[in-house]
């Protein structure tokens, strides 16, 4: 049984008070316990201040990027132990935004992956597939593409032990209101069940965790939760507003 997983990408939206107010609101909605798993990505700025007010509850922090090298002269940059040292528990990688407007390749996201497991940060992995690819009938052909490139030369144990989980996001999907339906987005989810299993094996592909993301609300999240292969949602603008990403949470549980 796959622990639901909710993911808030917070992007870069929020003042630091407004991010505080939030964090604290969840906060205290959130219990530690058997309920699904809730991580909570606010920009940089606020990584620490967000950490401090949701320590020892049932919110967990994350991050929306991470830099693969450990430490030197990367202007702008920040290392996974920077970020494990915040108390950050998840990192995002390989968002479309980043794949898309700061041209993140698969070898960069690979990079960024072996970085994130080594240091112990639970890597969310994103693929997806743009309008344009999804019309010319090619969503498998990069999906298999994103995942081959973005797990080149990880075994199993690496990934099942380091946590890793893969969230589907449709380019098309994401901040324009639009959303898949949840025969689309099962039909994706199994496929990326299918590769893990015939990759690796199917205990590997029954452990590890897929979420979908792409204008994830409250009123259509309990059927995309419903789906056999979908374990939880990145949500972005849904997960700005305290309300809205607690309907979100109480329907994975």
């Known amino acids: 049984m796959r622990r639901p997983l909710i993911a808030g990408n917070w992007k870069m939206n929020l003042s630091r008070s407004e991010s505080i107010a939030l964090a604290r609101q969840l906060a205290g909605a959130v ?4 309920g699904p798993e809730v991580v909570v990505c606010p920009p940089f700025p606020w990584l620490d201040a967000v950490g401090q007010t949701v ?3 049932g919110v967990l922090l994350g991050a929306q990027n991470v830099y693969y090298e450990p430490n030197g ?15 950050c ?64 030369g990880f075994s199993a144990g690496q990934l099942v032990q380091g946590g890793l989980v893969i969230a589907y996001e449709p380019v098309w999907a994401i901040g324009t209101g639009k959303v898949a339906t949840p025969e689309q987005a099962q039909q994706v989810h199994a496929e990326l069940r ?30 995309l939760l419903m789906q056999r292969d979908i374990d939880g949602a990145l949500v972005g603008g849904a ?7 607690l309907a979100i949470i109480a329907a994975a549980a």
């Open 89 to 152: 528990k998840y990192v995002i990688l390989g968002h479309s935004e980043r794949r898309q407007l700061l041209a993140e390749t698969n070898a960069i996201v690979n990079r960024k992956l072996q970085a994130a497991l080594a240091a112990g940060l639970g890597p969310i992995l994103c693929v997806g597939e743009t309008l344009s690819e999804r019309e010319s009938g090619k969503t498998s052909d990069i999906i298999q593409e994103q995942f081959s490139g973005s797990l080149a």
């Open 55 to 57: 320590a020892n509850s």
């Open 194 to 223: 299918k590769m893990l299993a015939n990759r690796y094996n199917s205990a590997t592909a029954d452990e590890i965790r897929l979420l979908y993301g792409g204008s994830v609300k409250p009123e259509n999240s309990r059927e």
């Open 73 to 87: 002269a990367y202007t702008g940059e920040t290392s996974p132990a920077m970020l494990v040292d915040l108390g």
């Open 239 to 245: 997960s700005l507003k305290a309300e809205g990403f």
């Open 31 to 34: 219990a530690a316990g058997n």
